[in-house]
């Protein structure tokens, strides 16, 4: 009797281990559209098609330039609503995606920085990238609106998408054939350009006289130019659209600064009367933002006045005379202070 328990026994294992076996070899059930909405996930309803995807080269300020492995990187996800400019002026909707696809982040991210400024101006705020696809289109991205926001991982290239369709129109929007760079914080994508096939790493081709650790430290206007032409001033007048925004001011070398509000301006609607929103500047507009003891950042068009997030660039008044001031700039989406400036001189857009 003994026996035969245990021959039952070790039968029932032999079958649980079968049983196992199986269930692991069964396709994942997460590559199926949810289309019947038995998930609480609106971006998983529809077929995923994947995209024609090129090589992507690596090049400029970087000591080692060379094709993208794409087969080493994570996949990450982002959620779109794209929208294009229109003959007009105004917006045309284009339709709502879920792209799956490699991060800006980590394609650069074993890339080794060589600056061509390095000697004048050593930290990293002030590079950029410019993108390229087949038919020569640019497009470009600062490093801090890929490195420093608090919400990484938010500029892909997409290897894949699925429509997220309204659930009582049914409306199938218009799918790309090809891979595409999709910058998901922007409000109009028209940074989202197909076949992308270069990606250049360079910094802002202006240069500044560098004074590190300069104090007192006051500057009692900012100067605006595109190119060399200078546009236009802003002076210290009071702004009846000042906000408050709450932060953990931390620095990448320093660590924690404060925890005081920041209050100011909007820096868009200061500038916004001098820098035409249009799809050159959305595209490949860059802005260089300058103190007065020569530090600088590079930020985007689009990360400037193109935002779908509400993570705006603040311009803080200080006190007369304070130290620092007279106008502070604060980016709001970055999870470091770095490319807070402090007695802005100059603001440069470069196209």
Known sequence: MRKYFILTIISIGLFSCVNTTITKEKPAAKQLPDSTDMTNNFYDNTEVIPLVMSDLIIEGEIANPGKVDFSVLPQHSVIVKETLLDEAGGDRFVGAYRYDGYSLFDILNERIIKKVNSEEFNP??????????????????????????????????????????????????PLPATSKIVASNDLVTERNISDPVMITVKSIRKSFKVSRGMSPMYSKEIKLFEGDKQLGVISPVKDKEDITFYTIFYGRGKGIHSTSPFYGMLLRNQLGNYYKTDRQNLKSGMICITGLDGYRSAVSFSELFNRNDQQEFLLVRTEPDEDGGLFRVFAAADFFSDRAIKSVIEIHLIR
């Not at 600062?142 to 009582?168: C, D, F, T």
């Open 124 to 173: 990293i705020i002030d590079l950029y990238i410019e993108v390229e696809n087949k038919t020569g289109e640019k497009v470009v991205f600062s490093w801090g609106e890929i490195y420093y926001p608090n919400n990484l991982h938010k500029i892909i290239i997409a290897g894949s998408v699925s429509r997220i369709v309204p659930s009582r129109t049914k409306e199938l929007w």
